[in-house]
T-cell receptor, first 113, second 112 residues
């Protein structure tokens, strides 16, 4: 079963615009992570936010977490064509010590030059 | 990907044959994972390891076995491959639940 569900499933924007992807999950979490996957490649870890954090930044990435709503969002500012990829949220269940990540099905982001 | 390699990268095999995929890490991470990625299902956990000779089942473990005799190697075996096991298989490593995973580049397996 999928713990995280992303919305939208696909997003198409122009270079320079911001991209926002949302993730909802079902059970309590230890942390929530976002990954990027370029076509035909492995996943790359972008950012991790812990359950006691509400917002985190990394370069052009901003992640928010609302544990009361069991939801998170990933904002990519000033998008570039190179940001074209699939983005996945993934969660580690609360109380877990060795981190079995459960993934959503991802958002396909296309950034047009 | 730095520190983790998967082999082979591509494999075509016949139904009923055994197949072993290898994951090798140079990071000395304790935890290793095997996932499969399929359209419409995202990534699903097959098996994971929390130490040498310590393994456990994930969400979709039927038809798969694993072994970890050394910290650096985690093997995934399909005892008798079926067409439903056609997929892209990813290995991942992590230090603990508080850190992100590092993924390998994947093995594309086709069972004909």
């Amino acid at each position: 079963s999928q713990q995280g569900e992303e919305d939208p499933q696909a997003l198409s924007i122009q270079e320079g615009e911001n991209a926002t992807m949302n993730c909802s999950y079902k059970t309590s979490i230890n942390n929530l992570q976002w990954y990027r996957q370029n076509s035909g490649r492995g996943l790359v870890h972008l950012i991790l936010i812990r359950s006691n954090e509400r917002e985190k930044h990394s370069g052009r990435l901003r992640v928010t977490l609302d544990t009361s709503k069991k939801s998170s969002s990933l904002l990519i500012t000033a998008s570039r064509a190179a940001d074209t990829a699939s983005y996945f949220c993934a969660t580690i269940a609360g109380g877990t010590s060795y981190g079995k990540l459960t993934f959503g099905q991802g958002t396909i982001l296309t950034v047009h030059p | 990907d730095a520190g983790i390699t998967q082999s082979p990268r591509h494999k075509v095999t016949e139904t009923g044959t055994p197949v072993t995929l290898r994951c090798h890490q140079t990071e000395n991470h304790r935890y290793m994972y095997w996932y499969r990625q399929d359209p419409g299902h995202g990534l699903r956990l097959i098996h994971y390891s929390y130490g040498v000779k310590d393994t456990d089942k994930g969400e979709v473990s039927d038809g798969y076995s694993v072994s970890r005799s050394k910290t650096e190697d985690f093997l995934l075996t399909l005892e008798s491959a079926t067409s439903s096991q056609t997929s892209v298989y990813f290995c991942a490593i992590s230090e603990s639940a508080d850190y992100g995973y590092t993924f390998g580049s994947g093995t594309r397996l086709t069972v004909v």
